[in-house]
Structures are given as C-alpha cells and as structure tokens.
C-alpha cells in the first residue's frame, strides 16, 4: 500500500517524529485534510511540507479528546533504547556506512521529538485499543488504561521481542498484534523475528490472542469484551 492508496482520513495520531513514522504523513493529510495530532517538534515538519497550521495540533500528553465516534487518551511515553550491539553492529557495516550520510539527513529533517501512546475507547463498539509507536514507556501510565487489543511495536532492539512482551504483560490486554517489525528501510533496519515475540506471549500469558499483520490482508476484531 502507498501513500497514494489512502484517500480518505480524518485524524492522525502521530507517536514520534521519526521519519519512519512521519514521512507520508504530510502527503496525506494535504490530500485528505485530515488533521494532525503531534508534537511540537513534529510540527514544524509538517509546517515546512507546507501542511495548512490548522490542520495541526500540538499535544504533550495526558489530554482526553473527544470526537464523535471515539474518545481518545494521550499517553506520555518514551522511545525504545536503540541497543548498543546493534549500533555497533550495524556502524561496521559497510553497506550501511554507504547510506549513513542519508540517514543523518533523515535523522535531523526529522527529529524525535515528544513521544506519545495512544488509548482509544469506541463510543459504538465495546472495544478499547492503544497503539504506540515505539516501544519504551512509563509503567504507571500503561497502569492506568485497560486496553482490549495492544498494537505491539515490535522494533528498535535486538531483544525487542522480549521488552514488547514485557510491556504487553503489563498492559495485559485481550489480544495483541505486533507492528513495526518489516524490514521498512534497508539497510538500516531488519526484519524482527515477530514469530519469537508471539511465542513468547503464548508461553507467558496463554490467554492472549495474538494475531498476525499481513499486507492488505484484513484482520477480524469482534468486540473483545
Ligand atoms: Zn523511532
């Protein structure tokens, strides 16, 4: 699916800067209008891809927003620790020391920023969702939501399989669905064995659902609770 393909949208919650996050999304929404909820440093990324101001909102955590169909909470979160070996690793990479000039470009167009969580309770479906973008976090602001279904970034670290199982064991959801972990920019990134992170869910909490991302292959979520 390209950006292209996406012709309708209403909002856009945007966990972090990163432009393996926020690169399509100015395209988007000057497409569609959609309005964008980020940070402040976010912003001026879109500001600069020429997205009109007012489809823009800065959040910084802990707001409840309301709209018609759902309530959305935000979270105050933290980015996942790239791992030591893996920078490394990959720095004596020879292909990788070809696109580092590339990635800097990419790493200061688009900064980090504020990073955001997101808790979503349907206002017509019994269904509660959070989805977050990468995989560092607050334990006492995971404490405080109950969601039904986790999207699990599964990326960012060697051992991510096990901290996203970690995080899911405190929010202890229903059902989980890792995300994140293709191999969305090689060189720099891999393709995470989520097949580790699912059986170690099963392993750890055998009453969870885990369900599997597949290119526009729909997944079905009945109502959880
Ligand atoms: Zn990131």
């Known amino acids: 699916?390209?950006?292209?393909?996406?012709?309708?949208?209403?909002?856009?919650?945007?966990?972090?800067?990163?432009?393996?996050?926020?690169?399509?999304?100015g395209n988007i929404a000057k497409r569609t209008g959609a309005k964008i909820f980020?940070?402040?440093?976010?912003?001026?990324?879109?500001?600069?891809?020429e997205v009109p101001e007012d489809q823009i909102?800065?959040?910084?955590?802990?707001?409840?927003?309301?709209?018609?169909?759902?309530?959305?909470?935000i979270i105050k979160s933290k980015h996942i620790k790239f791992g030591l070996t893996t920078i490394l690793w990959k720095f004596f990479s020879w292909?990788?020391?070809?696109?580092?000039?590339?990635?800097?470009?990419?790493?200061?167009?688009?900064?980090?920023?504020d990073v955001f969580g997101f808790y979503f309770e349907l206002k017509n479906e019994p269904l509660t969702f959070c989805h977050f973008g990468s995989g560092g976090y607050f334990r006492e602001e995971l404490e405080k939501i109950r969601p039904d279904l986790f999207l699990a970034p599964v990326a960012g670290r060697r051992n991510a399989p096990q901290a996203l199982a970690k995080m899911t064991q405190i929010l202890k959801p229903k059902m989980v669905i890792g995300h994140h972990w293709d191999d969305f920019y090689p060189p720099i990134s891999w393709r995470v064995p989520i097949e580790k992170f699912e059986r170690i869910i099963k392993e750890l909490l055998p009453t969870i659902i885990v369900k599997r991302l597949e290119p526009l292959k729909e997944i079905e979520i009945n109502p959880l609770r």
């Open 1 to 25: 699916m390209k950006p292209e393909d996406v012709t309708s949208a209403d909002y856009i919650f945007l966990s972090h800067g990163h432009f393996d996050h926020s690169f399509d999304i």
């Open 38 to 49: 980020c940070s402040e440093e976010a912003k001026e990324i879109f500001l600069r891809e």
């Open 57 to 73: 909102r800065v959040i910084s955590g802990g707001e409840v927003l309301e709209f018609d169909a759902f309530k959305v909470t």
């Open 95 to 113: 292909k990788v020391l070809k696109s580092i000039r590339h990635l800097l470009r990419l790493a200061r167009q688009y900064p980090k920023g």
